[in-house]
């Protein structure tokens, strides 16, 4: 079969945006999935098949803005299931630390053991889990892969002021003891095990109560327990292109302008409105839903135009999220790889 | 109390096979690969490569069990190819769209680094 165009896309206009582009409508979604099958555009000249080369020259990855705990960025090129299992693999499978065993010297407070037990697990720790190893189950404890935190707190009232002190135990009041030569493994200061945050409250405590427990931290994976998730959130959407037809001018160009919640569109000095932040979309169809308007405005999603969004807890920041969830990925790969080798011999 | 452990979810069982492979009986050149402890991130990437394989006649893939984290993935290629040679030219092609992947983003990240030079 001869393939007469490979990189231009399906001579048909009409095909070529059902190909590339999800389409909304007042009723709906249209041609939300996407066609990976190899020969899905034999007929019409086009080749649908995998080649690394064209992948290469396609591919690209933009930074759209970034701070250590949220990093927004453009990945274009790629087909959904890649996007896909990137983010499950940031969920679920990048490995942090957290508490996992807690032991409860003393809890005279009203809060139970177990429920005080799980809202420690909950706390984001601030240490790098790759210093660490995972903790075998049924073995001892040992420096490489467990962290110990004290949480030592007793509520009093001030013999002279009336005030009460530690009204609230607090997850500053978590303090790293470290075992053996753990100190030797977070030279700097910053590097330290600690809560991400200082002020998360963990429980109200009344003069004369106190809390005095053992925290033990182990590193395992979100898949396990979501409280070892490495993310807040790790999401995509597709790109969205609104195009808006000519004819909507004057007045109409302003009720088009009013009724768009997000202000996404602008008025040119032509007077045409053009789609002027189409990142702001939230694809609420307000735009469209007057029949009259649904034909002269378009919205769309490129299909292989993912915009990214990871947001961390701390741990990690979330660019090396995403560098850890590749690693993990090709791991994964190279072990399937290496196992569908053996088969072969 | 008869909770399975949640390690079990991905931790592969002392001296099982990552991957098996059972041949299809009544069709030529079909099999059915079963990857262990291993889910619809990797299930339905391998078929999303292997469909775009110009050999390959059909890939599925499905977990038979919810709770159970394996899956299953059918392949059935034309006369040039085996099954076991489009996986493995499928997992080959994967590895490589990551490391591409990752350099770009190593790269975008440094550029970033040097222009807005927001923290670090």
Partial sequence: ????????????????????KVTLT?????????????????????????????????FKINILSETPNELVFEMIGVDAPIANALRRIMISEVPTMAIEKV???????????EVLAHRLGMIPIKVDPRKFNFKLPNKEYTAEDTLIFQLKVKCEKDAITGKIINETALSKHLVWVPTQDQEDMFPNEE?????MEDDIPIMKLR?????????YC??????????????????????????????IKGDKANELLQKCPKNVFDIEESGRVVAARPLD????????????????????????HFIFSIESTGALKSREIFQEAIKIFIEKCNIVEESINKLVN | ??????????????????????????????????????????????????????????????????????????????????????????????????????????EQVQKKRNVADQYI
């Fill in chain 2, 1 to 106: 109390m008869n909770a399975p452990d949640r390690f079990e979810l991905f931790v592969l069982p002392d001296g099982a096979k990552k991957v098996t492979m059972v041949r299809d009986t009544k069709i030529p050149n079909a099999s059915m690969f079963t990857i262990l402890k291993e889910d619809h991130t990797i299930g339905n990437l391998i078929r999303m490569q292997l469909i775009a394989d110009q050999d390959i006649i059909f890939a599925g893939y499905r977990m038979p069990h919810p709770l159970e984290h394996n899956v299953n993935i059918r392949i059935q290629t034309n006369n040039n190819t085996t099954p076991l040679e489009s996986i493995q030219k499928s997992m080959e092609c994967l590895s490589r769209e990551f490391t591409s992947l990752e350099n770009s983003f190593i």
């Fill in chain 1, 191 to 195: 590097d330290r095990p600690r809560p």
């Fill in chain 1, 103 to 113: 032991y409860i010297i003393n809890n005279t407070s009203i809060l139970q053991d």
């Fill in chain 1, 207 to 215: 003069p004369g109560q106190v809390i005095d427990i053992q925290c």
């Fill in chain 1, 281 to 304: 979309c939230t694809m609420c169809r307000e735009c469209i839903r007057d029949p009259e308007f649904e034909e002269n405005v378009k919205i769309e999603r490129v299909r292989d």
């Fill in chain 1, 26 to 58: 007042n009723s709906g979604v249209e041609n939300a999935r996407g066609t990976y099958y190899n020969g899905a555009y034999t007929s019409v000249g086009y080749d649908n098949s995998f080649n690394l080369d064209r992948f290469k020259e396609n």
């Fill in chain 1, 218 to 247: 182990e590193k395992n994976i979100g898949r396990e327990h979501i409280k070892w998730s490495p993310v807040c959130t790790a999401s995509y959407r597709l790109q969205p292109v609104i195009t808006v037809d000519k004819s």
């Fill in chain 1, 1 to 20: 079969m001869v393939n007469k165009s490979t990189t231009n896309g399906v001579s048909d206009p009409n095909l070529e945006n059902k190909r590339t």
